[in-house]
């Protein structure tokens, strides 16, 4: 009943949104109706999302309850909070807006900045990349006079971002089930279409001076994709980083996202980190969570962030020209404890299968089959009816009693991918899967593995309780 109301109700905003965007009031009227109807999307979505079981506890859950308000992080400098931050440096003669947070949070970070800023003008808005959490707000933010300054990739990466747009849907709503079901298509909600006036390409930094404040701006690829830039108050010594070093700080970076964006490029990155480096920031401001201002922890920081990338950089380039494999290599290489750094968000294992797969491609040059489209699944039932799905299961349970998941995993893989109801296999797979979880839980942390982990658990026990 409560979910036949909130379809009807959210039927009924469907339409009501499609009347105030199809109307053709004056074009300022016009906004500020558009972003009254997205407050309101906004709310529903936020509220769907508290009240969603999936959601607690989760590091999603800690980003969607961060309260929307603004703060002065430094003198004539805001910031608004949210899923995304968003940024303004206030000068005599106009603002720069440094990113703009994720659409549906748009028109509150809009109206506590209003609140927090006397007569605000927005000259430029700076993206520091394609994603939806960083450019979400620039439709809304600019107008015909407004410069948008991006990198020179940024186009390039917002094309295949949008082009592939359902295909990274799907894979983020496995990951994360409290999704909706599809991406928004609405107008002003929908993903893309930020057109740049100016952009910044690799080694040439943008540099200019506002009403007394000097801008300079760097593009910084290798961190969050190749349309990384960071915008340098140079009088402040203060950084405005994006998403260059992701959720922490310091931490081992994500060069490889589950999701399935291009694989990044370790060389890139830290050359990014010594241009950084150089740079010598007091504060560092990236667009999640707090500014980091201990100067102690941001020179450390930079520093092991880079060597421990250039140590599993070179390790991985010195395997590869001895001839081992990349799962030997996946297994061997691991930071010494000097450079050791969490890996809850970038994990070494899967950064040294990216370098690898990076520079060598998906043919590991041993399998025939590996160039042709026959998959090994073809052959599974072959092996399930000469061996016997329940050999097999029990041969899987023995695995897992040695403590070898992953051995037990390729048989179950076997026995499933023909019997796929066959009860015991499943019950040995969740074991495995539980097993997994629980070393990632008191491991590395990774929440991406905890992610997929859970998501490989529910589908499982799904199957279980259909029986
Ligand atoms: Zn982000």
Do not use: C
């Amino acid at each position: 009943m409560i979910k036949a109301f909130k379809y009807l109700a959210s039927l009924t905003l469907i339409g009501f949104i499609s009347l105030v965007l199809l109307f053709n009031f004056s074009p300022r009227f016009k906004k500020s109706a558009q972003i009254k109807t997205l407050d309101k999307i906004g709310d529903i979505a936020a509220k769907r999302l508290s009240e969603n079981p999936d959601v607690e506890g989760s590091a999603a859950a800690e980003f969607i309850n961060i309260p929307i308000e603004a703060r002065e992080i430094s003198s004539g400098i805001w910031q608004a909070t949210g899923v995304g931050n968003a940024h303004i440096i206030t000068t005599k003669s106009g603002d720069v807006l440094f990113d703009t947070g994720l659409s549906t949070q748009v028109p509150k970070q809009i109206k506590v900045l209003n609140d927090a800023v006397d007569d605000l003008n927005i000259s430029h808005i700076i993206v520091s990349h394609s994603h939806a959490d960083h450019q979400g707000g620039v439709k809304f933010w600019k107008d015909d006079e407004t410069q948008i300054i991006t990198h020179a990739e940024f186009a390039e990466e917002q094309r295949y971002l949008t082009e592939l747009q359902d295909y990274f849907w799907g894979r983020n709503r496995t990951l994360f089930p409290f999704m909706p079901e599809t991406p928004p298509r609405l107008n002003l909600l929908a993903y893309g279409g930020v057109e740049p006036t100016q952009t910044v390409s690799n080694g040439e930094p943008l540099k200019f001076s506002q009403g007394g404040v000097e801008f300079e701006i760097y593009a910084l690829p290798g961190a969050e994709g190749a349309d990384n830039i960071v915008l340098w108050l140079p009088q402040k010594k203060i950084l405005f980083s994006g998403d260059f070093f992701g959720p922490f700080f310091p931490q081992f970076p994500n060069i490889f996202t589950m999701r399935g964006e291009k694989i990044r490029k370790p060389a890139e990155y830290i050359q990014s980190l010594n241009v950084i480096i150089s740079l010598g920031p007091d504060m560092i401001v990236p667009s999640h969570k707090d500014p980091i201002i201990d100067k102690v922890i941001i020179d450390s920081g930079l520093v092991k962030m880079r060597d421990a990338v250039g140590y599993v950089h070179d390790a991985v380039v010195d395997g590869m020209n001895a001839g081992k494999t990349v799962e030997q290599l996946m297994t061997d290489i691991k930071l010494p404890p000097n450079l050791s750094l969490t890996q809850q968000h970038g994990k070494v294992s899967w950064a040294v299968k990216s370098i690898w797969e990076y520079y060598a491609t998906w043919f590991h040059f041993d399998k025939t089959t590996e160039l042709y489209a026959v998959p090994q699944d073809n052959v599974y039932v072959d092996i399930v009816s000469l061996a016997g799905g329940a050999a097999l299961t029990q041969k899987a349970q023995d695995y897992i009693a040695q403590d070898k998941p992953l051995e037990a995993l390729h048989i179950l893989n076997m026995v499933l991918g023909v019997q796929m109801d066959n009860k015991m296999a499943l019950e040995a797979r969740k074991a495995a899967l539980q097993t997994l979880l629980k070393r990632a839980e008191m491991g590395d942390q990774n929440s991406y593995e905890i992610y997929w982990l859970n998501y490989r658990l529910r589908e499982t026990q799904a199957s279980l309780d259909a029986q």
